[in-house]
């Protein structure tokens, strides 16, 4: 009930491309969906988040869309560039939970010149 | 500020021996977390605090894991004894409201021979 899957593990665009990295829950009383960015070397730093009373969110270039009833979140990153290279991590939080979140299994990203 | 701060940055240590890896949280977060990230195991939460009072420690692997926040600026925690398989990032992350965003520090690589 916990579980966060992410898909895919790893993925491969070219420069301006538009990677597409997906992710499913169970327990519906997650309220909170942040996706983190990780570096090499670094922690991971949030990105963006959306709560489920909307369906999209757009920061920059990146967009979280929901869908509520398939219990399905996903990120696009627009005009993709070598700098998005990186691990990214969607998460599910409950408000009733503290800040605790649930990590998906996160999607290495490599973005070619 | 700083950000959160961990320390060491690299621990390299025998099996067996005991190890320390610390953690100095943004100053006013009232939550502080810690992770373990490794390939196949992915960002594992293991423990976290509120106004250091340990609130859910269900992700600590077993008895010779233990964390402790004295005060609101310090926490640790100590594998004893270490093992190989204890080799991993560990991050702590800090917050100050529930449902905010986690701030991740740079990680203790833990090397275990």
């Known amino acids: 009930q916990q579980q966060v899957k992410q898909s895919p593990q790893s993925l491969i665009v070219q420069k301006g491309g538009i990677p597409i990295i997906n992710c499913a829950y169970e327990n519906t009383a997650f309220d909170y969906f942040p996706w983190y960015q990780q570096f090499p070397g670094k922690g991971p730093a949030l990105l963006i988040a959306?709560?489920?009373?909307?369906s999209e969110k757009k920061e920059g270039r990146f967009t979280i869309s929901f869908n509520k009833s398939a219990k399905q979140f996903s990120l696009h990153i627009m005009d993709s560039q070598p700098g998005d290279s990186a691990t990214y991590f969607c998460a599910a939080s409950m408000e009733n939970a503290g800040n605790m979140l649930t990590f998906g299994g996160g999607t290495r990203l490599m973005v070619k010149p | 500020d700083a950000g959160v701060i961990q320390s060491p940055r690299h621990e390299v240590t025998e099996m067996g021996q005991e190890v320390t890896l610390r953690c100095k949280p943004i100053s006013g977060h009232d939550y502080l977390f810690w992770y373990r990230q490794t390939m196949m195991r992915g960002l594992e939460l293991l423990i976290y605090?509120?106004?250091?009072?340990?609130?859910?420690d269900s992700g600590m692997p077993e008895d010779r894991f233990s964390a402790k926040m004295p005060n609101a600026s310090f926490s640790t925690l100590k594998i004893q004894p270490s093992e190989p398989r204890d080799s991993a990032v560990y991050f702590c992350?800090?917050?100050?409201?529930?449902?905010?965003?986690?701030?991740f520090g740079p990680g203790t690589r833990l090397t275990v021979l």
């Open positions: 605090f509120n106004n250091n009072v340990p609130i859910d």
């Open positions: 959306i709560r489920p009373d909307v």
């Open positions: 992350a800090s917050s100050f409201l529930a449902g905010n965003e986690q701030f």
